[in-house]
């Protein structure tokens, strides 16, 4: 029971602390008006009270954490809670905030579409030579990946 309650604590800390981090060094900005209001369109883009966005998000999360929590609570034990807690933690909650800030930030777009822009931008920087030498420098190969290719 005292190992339940550490984690507990370890998550309300983790999200008073790291969250502040996290939002301090993403650069959150308040005043950005979202996707929802300025491409407002009833299908895609639907502005939601915010107790509805919360219980979205917390569906979300849930979903599936009380099948991988008793798996890998039978797989591992205990140990397992902490290693829930640290990956909620340091991983999941930046990565639910951070995507989300960036679908706002690129007009609503999802990941695989920032994906795709993002690969044609490096791509179009290569052909164009602006990352001539760069790659050699700080992105070389290692030699058995060289002998693949």
Same mark, same amino acid.
């Given at each position: 029971m005292? &190992?339940?309650?550490?984690?507990?604590?370890? &998550?309300?800390?983790?999200?008073?602390?790291?969250?502040?981090?996290?939002e301090?060094?993403?650069? +959150?900005d308040?005043?950005?008006?979202?996707? +929802?209001e300025t491409q407002?369109d009833g299908v895609?883009f639907?502005? $939601?009270p915010p /107790?509805?966005?919360?219980?979205?998000q917390?569906l979300?999360?849930a979903g599936?954490?009380p099948?991988?929590?008793a798996?890998l609570? +039978?797989?591992?034990?205990?140990v +397992?809670l902490? /290693?829930?807690?640290?990956?909620?933690?340091?991983?999941g909650?930046v990565?639910?905030?951070?995507?989300?800030m960036?679908?706002?930030r690129? !007009?609503?777009?999802s990941?695989?579409?920032?994906?795709? /822009?993002?690969g044609n931008? &490096?791509?179009?920087? !290569?052909?164009?030579g602006y990352?001539?030498?760069?790659? !050699?420098?700080?992105?070389s190969?290692?030699? /058995?990946l060289?002998? $693949? !290719?």
């Amino acid at each position: 029971m005292l &190992l339940f309650f550490t984690c507990v604590g370890l &998550l309300v800390l983790g999200y008073v602390v790291y969250g502040t981090l996290v939002e301090r060094l993403f650069g +959150a900005d308040p005043t950005r008006r979202t996707p +929802a209001e300025t491409q407002a369109d009833g299908v895609d883009f639907v502005q $939601m009270p915010p /107790w509805k966005i919360f219980l979205i998000q917390l569906l979300n999360i849930a979903g599936l954490g009380p099948i991988y929590g008793a798996i890998l609570g +039978a797989l591992y034990g205990p140990v +397992a809670l902490v /290693w829930i807690v640290f990956g909620c933690i340091l991983i999941g909650a930046v990565h639910d905030h951070f995507s989300g800030m960036l679908s706002v930030r690129f !007009e609503g777009r999802s990941i695989p579409d920032l994906v795709n /822009w993002l690969g044609n931008l &490096l791509h179009n920087l !290569e052909q164009s030579g602006y990352l001539k030498g760069l790659r !050699e420098k700080r992105f070389s190969s290692p030699s /058995w990946l060289s002998r $693949m !290719e």
